[in-house]
């Protein structure tokens, strides 16, 4: 049977229970009994893709991203423990109308099924976990002190040269930081493209990695073990670091098998024997995301090529405020923007096409301003949203203009900030040099090269042009925290972001303003390089006004509010 068959659709559910309100991204794929899968950490239910192309041709394959990891939101408060991760999984598990599953999980996710099954048996048909840890109590409290140091950006990008070397070694050692013969794992080391994969999923969860790491390496595993009432596999193969921990649990309850396996396929077949052995019912169509007050929510939605995640607030009433982010961009990285709006009307950031955790709808070859304007449309047609005013951050303001001259009727005001628009000979020089190729190699020296890319941008104009007389004016923002969200989504969108600033460079905005017939604020911090340009255009067009804004970006949103307000 071809993968196609099996098709892998992704959703977020939005619960209200024991840990607040939040939402869960989650994977799914097939129409059989129901199967819960549980990942590692710091992973996301993405490096479950290729076995849910195997084992959703016999399950339907439902893979969260567990809470603060992929795209699921964090819980917090003190003292964190598996069992509340494992109340999380059944609030999932619930969310989503199912009656009873399988589980399975893999590392960490082990612990959180295996807890999972024990608190809450009624929800569980079986259960087959995959490398368990038993670790004893000397273990448990040498790995939460050296294991798990706090991810915080620095101003040089040594958090990122940090990061891939842990990464790096963590294949080598285990744990990572015991240097020795004795703790050496003979694994071969990937290639880098390999490891980067592993880099961008730690990024993801950025400092909230230690949360689910911390509570596995506390985790009582014999106990969860003990006090499991269905039926139950715990195996790992031989070669896993955690297999030897298996010989540690106690004689499990009937029904309890606890193995090595010779392989690693092998323990996926032995999983798989065992939760075909004891199938679910056949789980409820996804429900749909639904609104969360005071905050942004978000839900995937469905146009041709692909899905798209867009962010949302409904708690106002009026006409929906589109803010749209640019090239290397993505809906957290206008969050901040889009938040500022929130009570004051309703809210829409669109993730476009290969950035964030959109899908690359638009396909190979070059991409045009058009292009994303035509994905924003459907977006907008699927969610019923007939005409809507916009707030476009730099390229993301040339994807509204686009929309307001080839659909007057569906955009009503338009403010941009970071109006892009050069002359051929700039266009030239942008396009042979602002996006180089961000390629891994093995010593990890890219991400440095992607962090002072991104933090030159905030100095120079344009950022490879490092010369007194291309410094930007005003105050630099070159916040720690920023860059490194720019940097990440660069790292996400190895080939989109590089098509998407050509698309914005090739694109005349400034050309294409005498085409828009609603009302244009072209409103530009001092530090921009693009405000004498706003300016001087604003005032040669008499539907366009301009506005100097603060130099803080969290400041826009209420700056803007009275001409967004019409």
């Known amino acids: 049977m071809s993968d196609e068959s099996v098709p892998i659709s992704r959703h ?31 992973q996301s239910s993405l490096e479950y893709v290729e076995l849910m192309k195997d084992w959703g041709r016999h399950f339907t394959v439902i893979a969260p991203d567990t809470p603060g990891y992929g795209s699921s939101d964090p819980i917090e408060g003190p ?67 050296n294991y798990l140091p706090a991810f915080v950006p620095a101003f040089d990008g040594s958090h990122l040269a940090w990061l891939w070397a842990r990464l790096r070694q963590q294949l080598m050692f285990f744990p990572w930081y015991d240097l020795r013969a004795a703790t050496r794992m003979r694994y071969d080391l990937p290639s880098p493209e390999h490891l980067q994969k592993e880099v961008l999923e730690f990024l993801r969860a950025g ?39 298996l010989e540690r649990i106690p004689p499990p309850p009937e029904g309890v098998a606890v193995h090595a396996s010779p392989t690693r396929q092998a323990a996926l077949d032995n999983c798989f024997e065992l939760l075909s052995a004891n199938p679910a019912p056949v789980p409820p169509a996804s429900p749909p995301a639904q609104a969360l ?37 993505s809906g957290r990285t206008v969050q901040g923007l889009a938040e500022s709006l929130i009570g004051s009307y309703p809210v829409l950031a669109v993730e476009l096409p290969g950035h964030g955790d959109s899908d690359n709808t638009i396909g190979e070859g ?20 007939d005409a809507v005013t916009g707030y476009g ?23 941009v900030t970071g109006l892009i628009d050069h002359t051929p000979e700039e266009q030239q020089d942008l396009l042979e040099n602002y996006t180089p190729e961000i390629k891994p190699v093995w010593h990890g020296g890219h991400l440095l090269e992607a962090w002072h890319m991104m933090r030159d941008q905030g100095v120079y104009f344009p950022w490879y042009s490092r010369k007194a007389a291309t410094q930007l004016k005003g105050e630099p923002y070159l916040d720690a925290e ?19 600033y050509h698309a914005h460079f090739r ?28 300016e001087r255009l604003a005032g040669e067009h008499a539907h366009c006004g301009a506005m100097l804004l603060p130099d803080n970006p969290a400041q826009w949103g209420p700056a803007v509010a009275p001409f967004l307000k019409g």
Not at 307 to 316: E, G, M
Not at 400 to 411: E, K, M, T, V
């Open 12 to 42: 977020f559910v939005s619960i209200r229970g024991k840990y607040g309100d939040r939402q869960v991204h989650y994977r799914r794929a097939g129409d059989g009994p129901c199967l819960v899968l549980l990942h590692q950490s710091p």
């Open 293 to 329: 007050e005071g905050r942004l929510w978000s839900e995937m939605v469905s146009i041709p090529g692909g899905q798209l995640r867009v962010y949302r607030n409904t708690d106002a009433d009026g006409v929906t405020v589109v803010v749209q982010h640019d090239a290397a961009g």
């Open 366 to 385: 070059d991409v045009s301003v058009a292009d994303y304007r035509d994905a924003l449309l459907q977006a907008l047609d699927v969610l019923g949203l």
């Open 79 to 145: 003292g964190l423990t598996m069992a509340d991760f494992a109340d999380c999984v059944a609030e999932f598990i619930r969310a989503l109308g199912i009656r009873k599953t399988g589980l399975y999980g893999f590392h960490t996710g082990a612990a959180m099924a295996a807890e999972t099954a024990a608190r809450h048996p009624a929800l569980v048909t079986a259960v087959a976990v995959n490398g368990y840890g038993a670790f004893n109590e000397e273990e448990q409290a040498d790995l939460r002190a």
């Open 207 to 245: 400092d909230n990695y230690r949360t689910a790491y911390g509570c596995a390496f506390s985790h009582d595993g014999g106990e969860a073990v003990a006090q499991l009432a269905v039926p139950g596999l715990i195996t790992a193969w031989v070669g896993d670091v955690l297999a030897s921990q």
């Open 393 to 415: 951050v730099w390229g993301g303001g040339s994807v509204l203009l686009d929309l307001a001259i080839a659909h007057p009727a569906r955009l009503r005001r338009l403010v």
């Open 507 to 534: 694109y005349r905005a400034g050309q294409r303003l005498a085409d828009a017939s609603i009302p244009v604020l072209l409103a530009t911090a001092e530090w921009d390089v693009a405000r004498d340009l706003s």
């Open 482 to 500: 920023m860059v490194h969200r720019r940097v990440v989504e660069v790292l996400r969108a190895p080939v989109m972001w590089r098509k998407a």
